[in-house]
């Protein structure tokens, strides 16, 4: 059974309109994360939930927002998207032994 | 600044053939090194490493972690086509499991 579930799997935007990506977790783990990935490039973290804590990383532009209304969901808000936010997004979740990851959404930026 | 560098960037082998990648890190906070393979898809974990010396296997694959040297390595032996992936290694830093990748070693195992 999925038990990180990341919805759309592939997203296509316009430039500039706003999008919303999501992701859900059965894990009830209390840390969640979102890393783009770009083409040949390891993951890059953007922000992480430790419970309601919001951390951002001092890189993320301003125009990557996110929500966690409750421990299961987490949300990434692009508020502008341009082309180079083409990217593959994936939400993690952790306990204390290992990181798991959804299977990603793939963001098209047209 | 923290860093993971792994080495080498992209590798070519053929069905058989044992291989060896290698992760180093500088980082503050160490809590635990990770290896995972990514095909066209999100990474897949392989192991967790925390302590030194000790060998982590699962099949084919093994791992062991040198906290001394600050590094790792991932062996792969008689290596087959579906072996064939990226290899990402990531140091988990800091309170939160904070995770900080390598640029990933590109394997591909010719038959």
């Known amino acids: 059974d999925a038990m990180v579930i990341q919805n759309p799997r592939y997203q296509v935007t316009q430039f500039g309109k706003p999008v919303t990506l999501s992701c859900s977790q059965t894990?009830?783990?209390?840390?969640m994360y979102w890393y783009q990935q770009k083409s040949s490039q390891a993951p890059k973290l953007l922000f992480h939930?430790?419970?309601?804590?919001?951390?951002n990383e001092a890189d993320t532009p301003d125009n990557f927002q996110s929500r966690r209304p409750n421990t299961s969901f987490c949300f990434l808000d692009i508020r502008s998207p341009g082309l180079g936010d083409a990217a593959m997004y994936l939400c993690?979740?952790?306990?204390?032994?290992?990181?798991?990851f959804g299977p990603g959404t793939r963001l098209t930026v047209l | 600044e923290d860093k993971v560098v792994q080495s080498p960037l992209s590798l070519v082998v053929h069905e058989g053939d044992t291989v060896t990648l290698n992760c180093s890190y500088e980082?503050?906070?160490?809590?635990?090194l990770l290896w995972y393979k990514q095909e066209k898809k999100a990474p897949t974990f392989l192991f967790m490493l925390?302590?030194?010396?000790i060998e982590k296997k699962s099949g084919r694959l093994s791992s062991i972690l040198d906290k001394k040297e600050l590094f790792s390595i991932l062996n792969i032996t008689a290596t087959q086509t579906g072996d064939s992936a990226v290899y990402l290694c990531?140091?988990?830093?800091?309170?939160?499991?904070?995770?900080?990748f390598g640029t990933g070693t590109l394997l591909a195992v010719q038959p």
């Open positions: 993690a979740t952790s306990r204390t032994d290992t990181q798991y």
């Open positions: 894990l009830n783990h209390n840390v």
């Open positions: 939930y430790y419970d309601k804590d919001f951390n």
């Open positions: 980082v503050t906070n160490f809590r635990s």
């Open positions: 925390t302590s030194s010396g």
């Open positions: 990531a140091v988990e830093a800091g309170a939160t499991n904070k995770l900080i």
